[in-house]
């Protein structure tokens, strides 16, 4: 899963982004090169299956997270949020030079409408420009091409309404119509998690803002620095958590992914799939082989894993073979079944 931290300028992007990643990039800075970091999501379940039988590795589920640089120009960044599962936005709470562009206060509710609108901009571009190839690639072909006419159609709809600032989420649409347009990456249609980056001072009353998590970015990079043993105590003194492992879980619920879990001889391992993934495409997320060549897949349940206290005795008694287009089950522990 893919995970952009973004916002506008002065939000702390870089900071929320090496607090998260544990990276020591550095802040203020206009690169143009963005960082990417391969970030693991802790499951207690995982290491409970591993303590069964403690194979050599026991590998957690990841999300890729990526810092998109302040010098980078907007059509380029966009570009690149529209290849994103989920939009992390920074809002700025922390005080400071000049909170945003042509705002002196803080104000994260005017920041997260005012980035909202340049998503809303750059999407009504973008369909305004297909839109624009549509009607030339029509006169150039005869009008039975109808899959061109649906999509002019579709999109002649909802250009209006995006321009009175409805949300696309909200409007109804055939199935194929709903999948033609998350087709585009439209990043209004693009699942967002705030985070409220706030400041040391705010530590004993922090701020609130609709659903975000409140980071304290400045401070929890300068934490995380300290030695281990130090880090709790400077934790438990401001009477802050560390907001990683909130941002990680709240990603994953905001993504609706469920996580199953593969076992062998050499590993224990954690996957994630969107919800109502099939049996058979689970497969292809270990191995294209597995996909292709798929038969079956033994699946037993954690929380049976848990009740009987032996993966092995699990299997035994609680476990069951399901078919290509069974529905994988957050906690699912899987062996896939297949024809090389």
Known sequence: MKLAVTGLPRSGKTTVFNILTGRS??????????????????????????????????????????????????????ALLREMDLLLIVLRAF??????????????AADAAEFQTRLALADMQLVEKRLERLEKQLKRHSPEHETELKEQELLRRLLPLMEEGHQLSDFEMASEEEKLVRNYGLLTLKPVLYVLNAGEEQAQSPPQYDDA??????????????????????????CISKCAP???????????????FTTGDDEVRGWTV????????AAGKIHSDMQKGFIK?????????????????????????EGKDYLLQDGDIVTI???P
């Open 274 to 281: 969107v919800a109502g993934t099939t049996a058979r495409e």
């Open 25 to 78: 990039e550095e802040v203020g800075t206009y690169a143009t090169k963005t960082t990417v970091a391969l970030v693991p999501v802790p499951d207690s379940r995982l290491d409970r299956i591993w303590e069964d039988y403690k194979p050599p590795k026991r590998v957690h589920p990841t999300l890729l997270v990526h810092d998109l640089p302040p010098g980078m120009k907007e059509t380029e960044s966009f």
């Open 95 to 108: 005080e400071g030079e000049t909170a945003s562009p042509g705002r002196p206060e803080l104000d994260p």
């Open 297 to 321: 897949a033994q699946v037993v349940s954690y929380e049976k894993f848990v009740e009987i206290g032996s993966l092995k005795e699990a299997r035994a008694s609680a476990g069951r073979l």
């Open 246 to 260: 909130e941002v990680k879980s709240r990603s994953y619920k905001t993504l609706n992914v469920v996580t199953f």
């Open 213 to 238: 998590v409140v980071a304290f970015g400045k401070l929890e990079m300068e934490i995380c620095e300290l030695p281990g043993d130090e880090q709790q105590t400077y934790l438990s003194e401001y």
């Open 337 to 339: 079944r297949f024809s």
